[in-house]
């Protein structure tokens, strides 16, 4: 059974980096049938889909963030990460990541980190 | 953008029938996937395909999608049902869309 777990700093200063990294465990990132996507919620708000990564490094962004967004995927650590650049209040939130089915949506999630962005 | 609309909320009584549908342009035409997001946890789809259960979905909740909108339906509803549902479209210009969510409480 897939697993994800999400790491990464919890508090990012405004104007700054914001980066997380999701750990996959009981399969490979690599699989040809996924892609690997992150989400936000801000408190009380509806899902934001971030964007999306394949195991070879195929992306996809949300283009009201693409110009700040960037993914990896680093498959020897069985890994993918997000980068969001030049944050601001609005962006603090509870960031998910999830597998992406293309057949099923996302199947299977992390538990979330928050991240706040406060000075 | 595409833009996907849902109710705030839906109340429904104990044993009875919910409905919750997600609005759009021709969403018909598109697959609707439907999460359940309990307070406090991370969302866990119920619905893909606008109406396939994955293993674990009780056979109370089905889908169906045609024309502007699609349907989220569960039947004898239970306490543990009441959470947020969001339903989710694949449009060609934003990639994945969520709508608003709606807020299901069990009376």
């Known amino acids: 059974q897939v697993q994800l777990q999400e790491s990464g700093p919890g508090l990012v200063k405004p104007s700054q980096t914001l980066s997380l990294t999701c750990t996959v465990s009981?399969?490979?990132?690599?699989?040809?049938?996924?892609?690997w996507s992150w989400i936000r919620q801000p408190a009380g708000k509806t899902l934001e889909w971030i964007g999306r990564?394949?195991?070879?490094?195929?992306?996809n962004y949300n283009p009201s963030l693409k110009s700040r967004v960037t993914m990896s995927v680093d498959t020897s650590k069985n890994q993918f990460s997000l980068k969001v650049i030049s944050v601001t209040a609005a962006d603090t939130a509870v960031y998910y990541c999830?597998?992406?089915?293309?057949?099923?949506?996302?199947?299977?999630w992390g538990q979330g980190s928050l991240v706040s962005v406060s000075s | 953008s595409y833009e996907v609309t849902q109710p705030l909320s839906v109340s429904v009584a104990l044993g009875q029938t919910a409905t919750i549908t997600c609005g759009g342009n021709?969403?018909?035409?598109?697959?609707v996937h439907w999460y359940q997001q309990k307070s406090g946890q991370a969302p866990v789809l119920v619905i893909y395909?606008?109406?396939t259960r994955p293993s674990g979905t009780p056979e109370r909740f089905s889908g169906s999608n045609s024309g502007n909108t699609a349907t989220l339906t569960i039947s004898r509803v239970q306490v543990e049902d009441e959470a947020a549902y969001y339903c989710?479209?694949?449009?060609?210009?934003?990639?994945?869309?969520f709508g608003g969510g709606t807020k299901l409480t069990v009376l």
């Open positions: 999830a597998r992406d089915s293309v057949v099923a949506g996302h199947d299977t």
């Open positions: 009981g399969g490979a990132i690599s699989s040809g049938d996924y892609y």
């Open positions: 990564i394949s195991g070879s490094g195929s992306t």
């Open positions: 021709n969403i018909g035409s598109n697959f």
């Open positions: 395909r606008d109406n």
């Open positions: 989710q479209v694949w449009d060609a210009g934003t990639g994945r869309r």
